[in-house]
């Protein structure tokens, strides 16, 4: 059965949403990153970028709860109060994989990021993809696309995989991620962008 659901995972500067899009055009799928964001935003009754916050930063998440205590329910029950009166911060996590699994159970979508390969494993008709690469190639990327120095793209690279490795570590428990992870490994020091989408259309297509 063809794959309705494409989770990419990416390292920063290894192309993850540029070949997330062009899988999203060639299948006709729709494509959702910041979707993921925005909607779990609304459930909480905070703004889009204090959830992409939360994300990378575990202090923020305290604060979070305080605001969603101020909003009353949304439609289908998700209380701010409840939340904030929660001890546990798996509450809030929560509400992320939530917005992931339902939009999965809509179908014809390419997932970036957020970690949508953790929970959607062996669920059917989902194709999980780490695009990745080594730390040179990524931060000459990051410096072209940026228009930055080197050194200030290393860093960016350098932190970026930090909060990475600590997101999955605080969402999803997961202490060392692995190939095994993922259906399908994409490398891209020597494959090119496109090349590397068509990989993920073939396979997505023949899976």
């Known amino acids: 059965m063809p794959c309705r659901v494409i989770c990419i995972s990416r390292s920063l500067g ?13 299948l006709g799928f729709r494509y959702a990153d910041e979707e993921i964001i925005v909607t779990a935003a609304e459930r909480a009754g905070v703004s889009p970028d204090t959830v992409a916050q939360v ?31 929660s001890t546990d911060r798996s509450v809030y996590e929560g509400l992320i994989e939530r917005v992931i699994r339902e939009t999965a159970s809509e ?13 959607l494993a062996g669920s059917k008709g989902v194709l999980r993809v780490l695009v990745t690469g080594s730390p040179e190639p990524r ?37 060392h991620e692995l190939p095994t992870h993922y259906d399908l490994v ?10 590397a989408a068509k990989l993920i259309v073939s396979a997505a297509r023949e899976a």
């Open 107 to 119: 179908g014809n979508v390419v997932i970036v990021a957020h970690g949508a390969s953790v929970p």
């Open 139 to 175: 931060v000459k990327r990051v410096a072209e696309r940026e228009g930055l120095a080197d050194a200030p793209a290393k860093n960016a690279v350098t932190e970026s995989d930090r909060q990475r490795k600590d997101y999955l570590r605080r969402f999803y428990g997961v202490g």
């Open 14 to 26: 290894a192309g993850g949403e540029e070949v997330g899009r062009t899988v999203a055009t060639e």
């Open 186 to 195: 994409v490398n891209t020091d020597v494959l090119a962008l496109p090349l």
């Open 55 to 85: 994300e990378r930063t575990p202090r923020l998440i305290e604060r979070i709860l305080e605001s969603m205590a101020r909003t009353p329910p949304d439609p289908e029950g998700w209380s701010g109060a409840a939340l904030a009166a």
